[in-house]
């Protein structure tokens, strides 16, 4: 078994990264998962693939493009329909302490 | 110790199209809150972005007149955070394939040109505007995302800047470049062009320090100007301490006149880029690139010289002409509707710049170029003098109203009847007998304060060139 790739640490910080909380239960979960998923790829890294250009997408398209013209946006009361909080024509949120 | 600034700028340009990077809603400033708005721009699940080309276009033209290297391949990729003005979590930006890399631009300082390497140039989506509610004491936030998914043209310096007056001409230069490209309409008020700073302190010759600050939340150039002053203060005054700046991020406070830190949480910054799925690769091939290159509007210089070689204007008034398009657009115009380039670069000069700044572009002005242009022409063909249009040009800056209609007002033609300043000549002749005597005895001089009274009794209504014949003429006897 080779040595963990995963700490617990490293899994309390993803989870941070995206806003999710855990329990230790789940920490130990995740964190034993996550590493079992790793290992999976390393099974794939075995593959040489050093001739094979690096591909950002499964697609053999390119250049995609849509013209600059304008299209019908929603009306504000659309918008706004699944909104949990709004005021006036404004969606309303927690207040912000400070920018990214 | 003798220390200079490292400086280096990270810029973001919102692109003139008419609809936003990934949907076709409105790109517009200034609409009913929410309103520019659909499923792709908010984030909806299971939407899907479409590149717009226009925008992808203009950012490709900025690159090219940046020198950058253009990537034949370019990519899009998500930056991974959460703010509430950000509704997908992620912004699509580029991180692995960026459409242009080590440019430069060039600025000039003290009659020098240096170049200010460009690291990169890249597309990507505005966010929304958070909005502070008007009630006194809210504890909470309210959120526009008219501006979410905006084309936003990045474009990042190398710390190549060394001083304040590189720094400012720096700004001027990209905005000007941004301008002529007719990429952007960079109006910061509106935060179309918005500047972040990068600055540390080092001995001339140093390496580049291990630290640095980063300033957010500059709303004009005159705010960047001062906080980069205060930093270059207060940075020094640690290093002469023997203390060492903080690496961080900060924000201008521009009432206080200083930069505040950011509290920021451990892994904050890690914005886990990756590829994103939902958007081709774009292949720029040499076909393109050639249109594109060949569709490269004239930039500043090109137009400075075209000034001097066509127009005859003297280096000097062109270079300050095309500092801005909108100012050399403007001075065309009048000089198609009335051809006296150098009479009309010198009302510009004189009367206009005084009044044109970071707020006031010459769109907005009511004095358009055919207003300027009829005034000159009135001046060329002898209906008013010089100074009758330095009097009346207040009212047409006021007012926005045709020279003529205010000459007419107030009375103020030109009197360029022989007859009618005969009879003024003769008064001053005879109210003045000394002078008059002493024009007579040879002294040249006499005949200017002659000319003056005469302007005075006419309220500077005389032809000056008719007042200084018949003084003469009258004088000699003739
Ligand atoms: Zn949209």
């Known amino acids: 078994m080779p040595s963990e790739k995963v700490t617990e640490a490293d899994v309390r910080h993803v989870a941070y990264l995206s806003r999710l909380e855990f329990n230790a239960d789940e920490i130990q979960r995740f964190t034993h998962d996550l590493n079992n998923i790793l290992l999976y790829v390393d099974k794939l890294a075995e593959l040489d693939t050093s001739a094979v250009e690096p591909t950002s997408h499964s697609l053999k398209m390119q250049n995609v493009f849509r013209d600059d013209e304008v299209r019908a946006s929603l009306t504000n009361e659309q918008a706004l329909a699944n909104a949990p909080e709004r005021e006036g024509p404004f969606f309303k949120v927690p207040q912000i302490i400070q920018e990214p | 110790m003798e220390l200079e600034p490292v400086i280096g700028f990270e810029v973001h340009s919102e692109l003139k199209t008419k609809t936003k990077v990934f949907c076709g809603c409105k790109n517009a400033f200034g609409d009913p809150p929410n309103t520019n708005v659909c499923p792709v721009c908010l984030g909806m699940p299971g939407v899907l972005p479409v590149l717009n080309r226009r925008a992808f276009e203009l950012a490709l033209r900025t690159a090219i007149a940046l020198h950058c290297e253009i990537s034949e391949r370019t990519t899009f990729d998500r930056k991974n955070y959460y703010y509430p003005d950000l509704p997908k979590n992620y912004q699509i930006s580029q991180q692995y394939a960026v459409l242009g890399r080590r440019g430069y631009l060039e600025i000039e300082i003290n009659g020098q040109t ?205 270079r300050i002409l095309t500092q801005s398009r909108p100012l050399a657009d403007y001075f065309e115009a009048a000089v198609r509707l009335h051809n006296n380039p150098k009479a009309i670069s010198n009302w510009i000069m004189t009367e206009l710049l005084r009044v044109l700044g970071e707020e006031v572009e010459p769109d907005d002005l009511k004095v358009r170029p055919s207003h300027l242009a009829r005034l000159v022409g009135m001046i060329d063909s002898g209906a008013i003098s010089g100074k009758i249009a330095k009097q009346v040009f207040p009212d047409m800056l006021e007012t926005g109203r045709m020279p003529d209609e205010i000459v007419r007002e107030k009375g103020l033609v030109q009197i360029s009847d022989t007859s009618a300043l005969e009879s003024v000549v003769a008064e001053v002749i005879a109210e003045n007998p000394d002078v008059a005597e002493d024009y007579r005895a040879g002294k040249d001089k006499a005949l200017g304060r002659l000319v003056g009274q005469a302007m005075k009794k006419t309220r500077g209504q005389a032809n000056p060139q008719l007042l200084n014949e018949l003084l003469r003429k009258t004088l000699r006897g003739e």
């Not at chain 2, 940075?235 to 006149?257: S, V």
């Not at chain 2, 569709?295 to 070689?309: G, I, N, S, T, W």
Request: glycine share 6%.
């Open chain 2, 114 to 318: 240096r170049r200010v390497g460009i690291n990169n140039v890249h597309l990507e989506e505005d966010a929304g505007k958070n909005v502070h509610p008007e009630t006194a004491g809210a504890r909470y936030s309210l959120v526009d995302l008219n501006r979410a998914g905006v084309p936003l043209l990045e474009i990042v310096s190398e710390p190549d800047i060394r001083s304040r007056d590189e720094a400012e001409a720096y700004m001027h230069g990209l905005r000007s470049l941004l301008q002529y490209c007719d990429a952007s309409d960079c109006k910061m008020q509106e935060g179309s062009l918005r500047y972040e700073l990068n600055i540390s302190m080092r001995r001339p010759g140093d390496p580049l320090p291990d630290y640095r600050v980063e300033v957010k939340n500059l709303a004009s150039m005159k705010s960047v100007l001062r906080a980069l002053d205060y930093e270059i203060r207060r940075q020094t005054r640690l290093l002469e301490e023997g203390r060492k700046p903080a690496r961080e991020t900060a924000l201008w406070d521009d009432a206080a006149g200083e930069t505040r830190t950011m509290r920021s949480k451990e892994g904050a910054q890690d914005y886990r880029y990756f590829p994103e799925p939902d958007l081709v690769e774009v292949h720029i091939d040499r076909a393109w690139m050639e249109r594109a290159r060949a569709e490269l509007p004239e930039l500043q210089h090109q137009r400075c010289k075209r000034f001097v070689e066509q127009l005859g204007l003297p280096e000097y008034d062109a």
